[in-house]
């Protein structure tokens, strides 16, 4: 049997916790790593030294919710048990988002055109869940992202913007007069400059939202593994596509080490215990400048408060 002990190398995030400048942090990795549990316990360190702390799922299977045993929604809610904890789960689909289609004339024609462009409908609505939690005035935000691969699409939301918004004023510069002409004729309430406004103002939030992110000082992201070979693959690629994005990423938390009794005498723990240590070998060798925070694999499931409060003292290495 794989029993509970302190992984004891004096490794840890006290860097982030400690940190006064840090506004937007990500928590992403491979599905299925415990990402939710990582950046539940990194939210509830964080609400011990900040004034307010803001968890957003942007995950489209949110866990939020099963992960403190409590019904969060688009709008932020208090953690049951804390004053400046709140959590929130934004729906990615501009279908489900109103703050976007508000005010956009022939909301039907809009959602076509925007859906039409590949990755606006995602920018669009990740553009209005940054001006909402910039209204709110948190003093850090987590981010509880979805696996990799949608992670960066979100990462990359800044760049499709331009180039959409680009092929969207060009096409407003050539058939803006017949376009609004057609509208009133079929009474359809859509304007093309009304419309470019709303998209070139939330360009200006990308943008703004953009340099902050490529910001060391204000931005940083975890990525979180287990010591296994497609884990530390998928970690590597991350690590990779992130430092093309410019942004920061120093920190990797490792969930499920195995730390074997003396006297175990499981050969399943023994040879798990085996393959972990070489992947836990390389991740050393190929990430020695990185701040890599092991945590070990419980007998137990890691769900509601009580149990993530005790949990998130592993990432500060006081277990």
Known sequence: MATVAVIDDGKNLNHIINSKT???????????????TSSCCLAIQLSKVRRNVLLISTDPA?????????????????????????????????DNNEEFLNGGGD??????????????????????????????????VVFDTAPTGHTLRLLSFPSTMGKSLGKLFEMKNKFSGILNQFSGMMNMGLDMNQMTDKFEQTRAVIEEVNKQ?????????????????????????LIQELAKYEIDTNTIIVNQVLIPEDNTNCNLCGARCKIQKKYLDQMDDLYEDFHVVKSPLLGHEIRGTPKLIDFSAYLLGKK
């Open 62 to 94: 949110h866990n939020l919710s099963d992960a403190f045993n409590q019904k969060f929604t688009k709008h932020p809610t208090v953690v049951q048990g804390f004053t400046n904890l709140h959590a929130m789960e934004i729906d990615p689909n501009i």
């Open 22 to 36: 840090l506004k937007w942090i990500f928590v992403g990795g491979k599905g299925g790593v415990g990402k939710t």
């Open 213 to 237: 992110f490529k910001d060391p000082e204000l931005t940083t992201f975890v990525c979180v593994c287990i010591p296994e070979f497609l884990s530390l693959y998928e970690t590597e690629r």
């Open 107 to 140: 909301t039907n024609f809009l959602k076509e055109l925007a859906q039409s462009i590949p990755g606006i409908d995602e920018a669009m609505s990740f553009a209005e869940m940054m001006k909402l939690v910039q209204t709110m005035e948190f003093e850090v």
